[in-house]
Nanobody, 125 residues
Framework: QVQLEERGGGSVQPGGSLRLSCAAS????????MGWFRQAPGKEREAVAR????????YYADSVKGRFTISQYQANNTLYLQMNNLKPEDTAMYYC??????????????????WGQGTQVTVAS
């Protein structure tokens, strides 16, 4: 059973930066699609960024392109999301996700078997 543990959420002013990390354990597949979803109050979960661990190919939501960067450090099975120039509309609970195999495009929450508990990101003055 893959386990995902997020860290790095918090509160920041608009224009600020945060880095989320996701420690993954008990991987059994050779490669995974890993990524981040977010959910704001009253809204559906949306895919933010994904990476296929076999090739480092990345996928981003249009709303975060140029501001967020997803990366992985395979040596310790850790996923990162560097978030720059944060906006109030980025406020949400952020979830780390993983599933064996390639990344689908487009993607929906049901594409992912494994979910972390989530970490809150709040962007406000």
């Amino acid at each position: 059973q893959v386990q995902l543990e997020e860290r790095g959420g918090g509160s920041v002013q608009p224009g600020g930066s945060l880095r989320l990390s996701c420690a993954a354990s008990d991987f059994t597949a050779r490669n995974y699609c890993m990524g981040w979803f977010r959910q704001a109050p009253g809204k559906e979960r949306e895919a933010v960024a994904r990476i296929y661990t076999g090739t480092d190919k990345t996928y981003y939501a249009d709303s975060v392109k140029g501001r967020f960067t997803i990366s992985q450090y395979q040596a310790n099975n850790t996923l990162y999301l560097q978030m720059n120039n944060l906006k109030p509309e980025d406020t949400a609970m952020y979830y780390c996700v993983a599933d064996g195999g390639y990344c689908y495009t487009p993607t929906v929450p049901s594409d992912f078997t494994y979910w972390g508990q989530g970490t809150q990101v709040t962007v406000a003055s």
